[in-house]
């Protein structure tokens, strides 16, 4: 049984659609549910003032789902999953592009690209590694290893809200 077979069938749905919300490039005849599903049952856990707007961000989600379907039950937190998609958003509106494309490119930059199904239980040790590293900032002062890596930061990365990094990444796409 796959890792996305084992979610109960309401939250089920809810991570189809989440994941409807990403584009995976072309290029890839592959699938990634084992890895988001991952993703989608690690939690995002808020530890920079600021932050705790990206996780309403995520609520509001789950609003729209609700809106668009029915009432639903979520988990007790928010997930990375959720936090991805909502920050993608937010890079359509700052950046431009569309939310699906962001959503790969922050997938990309995290270095889950290369997790495709089915996993092997290496792989989901190192996916959960990653994703630990995301939620508790012991990626790099430049980003690398978080959702927004930088070439020439001016702060370290792991100390700054979510939405300084997005517009900081934003800055140097813009500037390059």
Do not use: C
């Amino acid at each position: 049984m796959s890792l996305v077979e084992q979610k109960p069938q309401v939250d089920q749905f809810y991570f189809e659609w989440l994941i409807s919300q990403i584009e995976t490039p072309l290029r890839f005849n592959k699938t990634f549910n084992g890895m988001l599903g991952r993703v989608h049952d690690t939690e995002f856990v808020w530890t920079i003032s600021g932050d705790d707007n990206r996780v309403q961000d995520a609520r509001d989600l789950r609003i729209q789902f609700e809106h668009q379907f029915s009432e639903a039950q979520f988990k007790e937190f928010i997930s990375v999953l959720e936090i991805m998609i909502a920050v993608s958003r937010h890079l359509q509106f700052v950046a431009g592009g569309k939310a699906p494309a962001w959503a790969w490119r922050l997938i990309d930059n995290l270095g889950l690209n290369h997790f495709y199904d089915p996993l092997s239980r290496r792989q989901v040790a190192k996916v959960d590694e990653i994703l630990e590293s995301l939620v508790w900032r012991t990626y790099e002062r430049n980003g690398r290893g978080g959702f927004f890596p930088l070439i020439f930061p001016s702060e370290d990365q792991t100390k700054i809200e979510i939405w300084y990094q997005l517009n900081a990444y934003v800055r140097e796409i813009v500037e390059s």
